[in-house]
C-alpha cells in the first residue's frame, strides 16, 4: 500500500464570492455507460502508399516524381470503413521535421460511404504536441449522424509528397451508438433516477442553487470516466501555480459530459498519457469538472515543462477568435480562487517558480523566474532564448480576459467561502495489507462559518478509479471555529497489494461527502 496524497488533500466549498451571474442548468447524470468504443486507422508515408496525390488543377501525380518546387498539392486517403459507428473523428499525423506548417488537414464523414459531409479543417492542438517526433494531434470533432465511414485530405503547400510521413485517424463512439437499443434505453433510466435521488438527497444543485457564482466541483463519475482506460500512476508536486488553456474542441454543446469523454480518450489513449492532461474543465454554462485522476497536487499534463508545480484549467471549446460565456469565466475564476485559497496564494500575485526549458541540442535545463499565480499557457515558455508565444493557447479570445480573470478570482478570494476545510492526514508512504493504522489528521477551518462538533473525517480508498474502501467516520470532538484547526485519529487499514489513491473528507449528520464539504 502506498500513500497517495501527500499534501493537503481535498476541500469542498461553498463560494460567496460575487462572480458574473451563473445561470448553470442541472447537471444530468450520464446516460451513457462511459464505454468508449474506439477505432484507429494508420497510413505511413500516405502520399506514396494509399492516398490520391493531384495537383490544384486536379490532374492526378506520380509521387515518384518528387516535390514540384513550391506548386501546392493534395493527398486524398481512400475511404475508410470504421468497421462500427462513430460520433467523433481525431487525426494526427507525422511531418517531415522543419514542414510541420505546410501541412493542412482535413476530414469529413459519411454514413454509407456515398454522401458525405463538409470537409473540415482541423487545427493542431497545441497542448498536445510531441516536439520530439514532430507529431502533431486534432482533437476530435463531431461526425455525421450515425457515421461509419470517413476520409482525410492534406494539402501539401510547398509540393512536396514526402512532408506527410505518418497519418491515422481514430474514430470514436463515445455515446453507446454500438450497444444495442435495450442497453441504451437502460442507461437512459439509470441515469433519470440517478437525477432524482439527487434531487431528493439535495446534491442536483450547481452553480444555479448555489451563492453567486459558487460551483461543486464535479466528480469524473459525473462524465462518466472509463477508468480502465487510466493507465497513468499519479504522481504529486505542490501546486503553485494555475495555467488555463482551450481545448480547441466543440463546447459540448448539450452534452458536455460526451465532450469530456473524447478528450479523456484522445490523451490516455491516442496521445499515450494514460489520463486526461488537464486537472479541471470548466464549460459554458459554468460547471466545473475534475479532469486528472488524483486530486490535489497531482502532475498534470499540460504545459511543456511547466506541469511540475502547476495545476490545469480547461476551457472546454476554441477560444482562438470566440468570447467565452460569462459562466464559462465565472467558473475559471471560481476553481483557481477555490485551491489558492486552500493554499495561500493570492490570485493576482506573482511568485517565483522554476520551470525547465529545452535547449538546442534536446536538453532540458531548469529556470528560476517570477512569474504570475495565474498564467495562460502561452506564457509557460519551454525554449531556451524564447519568451513566450510557442503556442496560441488559450486562445486569443480567451487571453485578453487574463486580468479580469485574475481579479476575479482574487475578489472571490478575498471575499472569502462559507465552507472550506484542508484536510491534513499524516499517513505514512506505505504499509502492510490488512495493517491497521492510527492516522492522524489535521482539519484547518478555512471558511467563514464554525466547523461543528461531531462533524465526522473519512477517508475513501480508490483503485483505477473506483471506490474500494470506504473507511470508519471518527468525529471531531470539538468545534472548529474559522482559521483554526482540530485533530481526530482515524483509523486506517490498509487494502490489499498494490497503488491507490486515498481520499479524505468530512461528513455531517448521516449524509456522505455531502454538498458543505464536497471532494
Known sequence: MRRRLPLAALIAVLLVALFPPASTPAVAAPRASGKIVARQVDHSMPAFTVGELRRQSGA???????????????????????GQLFDRVGVHWRAARGQEDTLLVEVRTSADGARWGEWELLHPEEDLVDLENNVWYAAPIPAVAGARFAQYRVWLTDGDPAALQHLAVTVLDVTDLNEPALVRLLGDLRGALADVARAFSGDARVASAAPAGASKILGRQDWGADESLMKWTPAYA???????????????????????RSIYYFHAVTRGWGDIGYNFLVDKYGNIWTGRQGGDHAIGGHAYGWNTGSFAVAAIGDYSVTAPTGQLQGAIANVIAMKFKQLGIQPYGNGSFTHEEQRSDGSWTKVTSVVPNVLGHRDCTFTVGRSGGQTACPGGALYTMMDGLRKLAQSGWQNGYTYLSRIDPQLPPG??????????VLVTNLGTVTIPAGTTVSYRVLRAGSVVTQGPGVALAQPVAPGATGSAIVSFVGPPLGEYVVRWGLQTSTALWNAPYND
Open 60 to 82: 492526378i501525380v506520380a509521387p515518384d516524381a518528387g516535390s514540384t518546387g513550391g506548386e501546392t498539392l493534395s493527398v486524398t486517403s481512400p475511404v475508410i470503413d470504421a
Open 238 to 260: 505542490p501546486w503553485q501555480k494555475a495555467v488555463i488553456h482551450h481545448t480547441v474542441t466543440r463546447d459540448g454543446g448539450t452534452n458536455v459530459a460526451a465532450e469530456i
Open 431 to 440: 504499509g502492510f495489507p490488512g495493517q491497521a493504522l492510527q492516522v492522524p
